[in-house]
């Protein structure tokens, strides 16, 4: 399939049809010869590569938006359903190619491609033939674009970062995993549908494995500025530990009941992404919750040897990561984020990468 994206030649002459409809004004200087444009490369067009594309479309985050994947057929249909929204969107060049070569000079490359799960597959097995998918899209990618920031979404996020980090050979701040910016997401709705108020006014943090073993910040949640534990002692309202556990369950398992309910995740992840494609590429320095290379946080030591990728707090800019944000942990939720990080190197371990 070759690339395909807007074109401004008509006819069978290849009339360059913007140079007759314009004239130039008296004494205009040239257009510059070096672009400015914002690029972003999305590879993998299923539900949630096409909601991340969407979003970003509609928010308006990149002049151009470059679309890659292995079914050519697929692909061109979905560039071109987004392509005739044009009159709808704001004026952003949609191209779509099987070669990875289409992502060339790319802003930010948004990984959602992976293999699936096939029914009684072992999750190592499942994580060997995304390593081996991996091995063949990964190095392609950092070749065309050497200095774009890399945002892998594919599952499992932690240690398909850590992959493609090995595989490009970027810089650590230069490769982020989405983790869990959406779990974080999910726990702030939920902690304000509990008290009734906007979820943007709740600060809230889900960290470490975006899984079973992820971390709920309880000691660190505020609403308006308040925080929410040392209030409610100070009012003596008692707060059963098993409600905290239970809406920590339900982000956990969030993503299940979604799946089970429509069959696939994506308006949510593709918020999600979109909000981190912002804060990089506007230079934001916002802080979200992303898969980082942890070694050397919060007792996180990688026993030596390993260099587990998982979630912390994250200030995220132009060059990707900026810094980790010291955020206070009790012992207890050190302790859980540490055991989470184990978990990690242990799959990372078994990948010989």
């Known amino acids: 399939m070759q690339k395909t994206a807007s074109s401004s030649t008509l006819g069978p002459d290849g009339l360059d049809i913007a140079q007759s409809f314009f004239k130039p004004i008296q004494g205009a200087s040239p257009p510059p010869t070096t672009s400015r444009n914002t690029k972003i490369s999305v590879v993998g067009v299923g539900n949630v590569g096409m909601a991340i594309a969407q979003t970003i479309l509609t928010q308006a985050l990149a002049d151009e938006i470059a679309l890659v994947d292995v079914n050519a057929e697929k692909l061109r ?12 969107l704001p004026r952003t060049k949609i191209s779509a190619s099987v070669d990875y070569s289409s992502t060339l000079a790319s802003d930010l490359v948004i990984v959602t491609a992976g293999a699936r799960q096939i029914p009684g597959e072992s999750r190592l097995n499942l994580l060997q033939r995304n390593l081996a998918l991996f091995s063949k899209m990964i190095p392609p990618l950092a070749a065309g674009s050497p200095e774009t920031i890399m945002l892998i979404v594919s599952n499992p996020v932690d240690v398909l970062t850590y992959v493609a980090w090995k595989l490009s050979g970027f810089p650590s701040n230069r490769v982020i995993g989405s983790g869990t910016n959406l779990d974080s997401s999910r726990f702030r709705f939920l902690i304000a549908d509990h008290l009734d108020l906007n979820a943007q006014d709740v600060q809230a943090y ?15 949640i505020s609403v308006g500025g308040v925080p929410i534990l040392s209030f409610l ?13 239970k809406i920590h369950r339900e982000v956990v398992e ?9 069959g696939y995740t994506s308006w949510a992840i593709g918020y999600s992404v979109a909000s981190l494609a912002r804060s990089i590429l506007r230079d934001q320095r916002s802080i979200h919750p992303v898969s980082v290379l942890a070694k050397g946080f919060y007792g996180i030591d990688g026993d030596g040897v390993g260099e587990p990728f998982l979630s912390l707090p994250a200030q995220l800019g132009r060059s990707g990561v900026l810094g980790v944000t010291n955020i206070h942990l009790t012992e207890d939720e050190a302790k859980q984020l540490q055991e989470s990080a184990k978990t990690i190197l242990e799959v990372q371990s078994q990948l010989g990468i």
């Open 77 to 88: 249909g979905e560039m071109l359903d987004l392509q005739h929204a044009a009159a709808f």
């Open 206 to 220: 889900i960290i470490g494995e975006h899984g079973d073993s992820s971390v709920a910040l309880w000691s660190s």
């Open 233 to 245: 002692e100070r009012q003596q309202i008692a707060c059963e530990k098993h409600t905290l556990e």
């Open 254 to 262: 969030g993503a299940y009941e979604v799946i089970r309910l429509k």
